[in-house]
Structures are given as structure tokens and as C-alpha cells.
């Protein structure tokens, strides 16, 4: 079913990105799946900069679509088919920001907006949005997910 809204959406997977350094890319517990900070990248394309400096409000936003896209295929690898996802629960968002930024929030409702649109009403999750100084590599957001298996 969700492969079905992906493709109906027009939303093709990005290949998987590897973890950076000593940790998994995501971990399942007791029926809950904890899927690491990612990053905005798809294939070899890399969104860095300071949302509010280097980027607009609308590329952020981008970027955590981006990341968003890149959690699910983290997520599809390791499930083997999302529709073992019953409810996203929460969404870590860090975005990287220019002095004075504040519009965190809005930036990482590219993220939110995706998995709603993908999940429905079980995508939508409680969720926190934070500025940061700097952020690994550049990278314009990183964005951590918590979720409930079937």
C-alpha cells in the first residue's frame, strides 16, 4: 500500500546512504524502529549551507524532503516494506542556521509534510525543530525518526 502512494506520488527511494561513522543507520526495539540523524542527500546531490544565509526558507524546506526521502529508504532497507510501519511517532529536526534564523519549524515541515502525505494520518508525529550553529559535513538539516512497527 504505501509502495502504491510512493508511486502514485511520483516519489522514487534514494539509494541508501551509509552512516558516517560508528553507528547503525537505524535500530528496532521492542516493536519501535529509531532511525538515526540523516542528512539531505539523494544519490550524489548534497544540500550544505546555513538555512537563512546560504539557503532560503524554501531550500530548507527542500532539504528536509530530501532527508525525509532518505530516512524511508533507510527504513525500507531494513524492513524489507514500509507498510510494517503502523505510526510515525517522532521527528528530531536540527537544521543548520545563519545568525538571527528562526524559523525552524518551517524548514523541517518538509520532512513532516512528506511522511503525512505518505503515511496519512499515521505519519502524522510529535516533533521538536531546533537551530544549530553547525552540523556535520555542512549539511543543512539532520533529522531523526521514531516510529511503531505492526
Same mark, same amino acid.
Given at each position: 500500500?504505501?509502495?502504491?502512494?510512493?508511486?502514485?506520488?511520483?516519489?522514487?527511494?534514494?539509494?541508501?546512504?551509509?552512516?558516517?561513522?560508528?553507528?547503525?543507520?537505524?535500530?528496532?526495539?521492542?516493536?519501535?524502529?529509531?532511525?538515526?540523524?540523516?542528512?539531505?542527500?539523494?544519490?550524489?546531490?548534497?544540500?550544505?549551507?546555513?538555512?537563512?544565509?546560504?539557503?532560503?526558507?524554501?531550500?530548507? !524546506?527542500? *532539504?528536509?524532503? @530530501?532527508?525525509? %526521502?532518505?530516512?524511508?529508504?533507510?527504513?525500507?532497507? =531494513? +524492513?524489507?516494506?514500509?507498510? $510494517?510501519?503502523?505510526?510515525?511517532?517522532?521527528?528530531?529536526?536540527?537544521?543548520?542556521?545563519?545568525?538571527?534564523?528562526?524559523?525552524?519549524?518551517?524548514?523541517?515541515?518538509?520532512?513532516?509534510?512528506?511522511?503525512?502525505?505518505?503515511?496519512?494520518?499515521?505519519?502524522?508525529?510529535? !516533533?521538536? *525543530?531546533?537551530? @544549530?550553529?553547525? %552540523?556535520?559535513?555542512?549539511?543543512?538539516?539532520?533529522? =531523526? +525518526?521514531?516510529?511503531?512497527? $505492526?
Amino acid at each position: 500500500m504505501i509502495a502504491q502512494r510512493l508511486s502514485a506520488l511520483g516519489i522514487v527511494l534514494p539509494p541508501v546512504f551509509p552512516p558516517a561513522a560508528n553507528y547503525l543507520g537505524c535500530v528496532i526495539d521492542n516493536g519501535t524502529v529509531h532511525v538515526g540523524g540523516h542528512g539531505p542527500i539523494a544519490g550524489v546531490e548534497v544540500v550544505r549551507g546555513k538555512v537563512g544565509g546560504d539557503l532560503t526558507l524554501d531550500q530548507g !524546506r527542500e *532539504a528536509a524532503k @530530501l532527508t525525509a %526521502l532518505s530516512i524511508l529508504a533507510t527504513l525500507q532497507s =531494513e +524492513l524489507g516494506d514500509l507498510d $510494517r510501519i503502523d505510526r510515525i511517532v517522532k521527528v528530531f529536526g536540527m537544521v543548520n542556521v545563519a545568525p538571527g534564523f528562526d524559523q525552524m519549524p518551517a524548514v523541517i515541515d518538509g520532512c513532516s509534510d512528506l511522511l503525512v502525505e505518505v503515511f496519512g494520518d499515521a505519519g502524522r508525529h510529535t !516533533r521538536s *525543530a531546533v537551530g @544549530l550553529a553547525e %552540523l556535520p559535513f555542512g549539511i543543512a538539516v539532520e533529522i =531523526e +525518526l521514531t516510529a511503531r512497527l $505492526r
